[in-house]
């Protein structure tokens, strides 16, 4: 069964530190991973893509990286601001167009 | 910004009654989805569309049906809603192109509470 699992459920940090989510995957054939910011009130947006050759991608204080061999990825945020509290969604893209997305991560950052 | 509206954004209503969610999109795109969040679950996927009469279902489709009359214009109803259809109603698009990639760009959400 295809599925996309997310740790931790919650994590509380103080503004300033690092964090990193966590995404395990079992999902075959496997297209592409995709993490999303989800802002409270509003719809999930894309902040990157990952495809089965690429072990790394940044976009500003956040880095994906992916390990096909495992099955897993991670999603680091560095120096976290108080705009970075959100839910964090993982998706994993299988090939013929269908997604199953994971339950997310809730991070909340603290001043 | 995509061009996507929801409407509407709110709506409280009784077990039993119909209610219909519309999405509004203004750049033409193919495809079109709903999906319902839900606290503890992923995002579900509800049903979806890929052009004008053409509709499939999804994961989680039973009590819910959809109807696009116009590339513009996605409709979910609730034929006689129930609480356990209480959600936050995501409609999203795959632009046109995209479909390799999967970045679906989403509405703002429809909350529905079902009392």
């Known amino acids: 069964k295809n599925q996309v699992e997310q740790s931790p459920q919650s994590l509380i940090i103080l503004e300033g530190k690092n964090c990193t989510l966590q995404?395990?995957?079992?999902?075959?054939?496997?297209?592409?991973l995709r993490w999303y910011k989800q802002d409270t009130g509003r719809g999930p947006v894309s902040l990157t893509i990952?495809?089965?050759?690429?072990n790394t991608k940044s976009n500003g204080r956040y880095t994906a990286t992916l390990d096909a061999d495992t099955k897993q990825s991670s999603l680091h945020i560095t120096a976290s601001q108080l705009s970075d509290s959100a839910s964090y969604i993982c998706?994993?893209?299988?090939?013929?167009?269908?997604?199953?997305f994971g339950a997310g991560t809730i991070l909340r950052v603290k001043s | 910004d995509a061009g996507i509206t929801q409407s509407p954004r709110h709506k409280v209503t009784e077990t039993g009654t119909p209610v219909t969610l519309r999405c509004h999109q203004t750049?033409?795109?193919?495809?079109m989805y709903w999906y319902r969040q839900d606290p503890g679950h992923g995002l579900r996927l509800i049903h979806y569309?890929?052009?004008?009469?053409?509709?499939d279902k999804g994961e989680v489709s039973d009590g819910y049906s959809v109807s696009r009359s116009k590339t513009e214009d996605f409709l979910l109803t609730l034929e006689s809603a129930t609480s356990s259809q209480t959600s936050v109603y995501f409609c999203?698009?795959?632009?046109?192109?995209?479909?390799?990639?999967?970045?679906?760009?989403f509405g703002e959400g429809s909350r529905l509470t079902v009392l």
């Open positions: 995404c395990n995957y079992t999902v075959s054939p496997f297209s592409n």
């Open positions: 750049e033409n795109h193919r495809y």
């Open positions: 990952m495809t089965f050759s690429e």
């Open positions: 998706v994993v893209s299988v090939r013929g167009n269908k997604l199953v």
């Open positions: 569309s890929y052009g004008v009469k053409d509709t």
């Open positions: 999203a698009i795959l632009p046109s192109g995209g479909e390799g990639t999967g970045e679906l760009f």
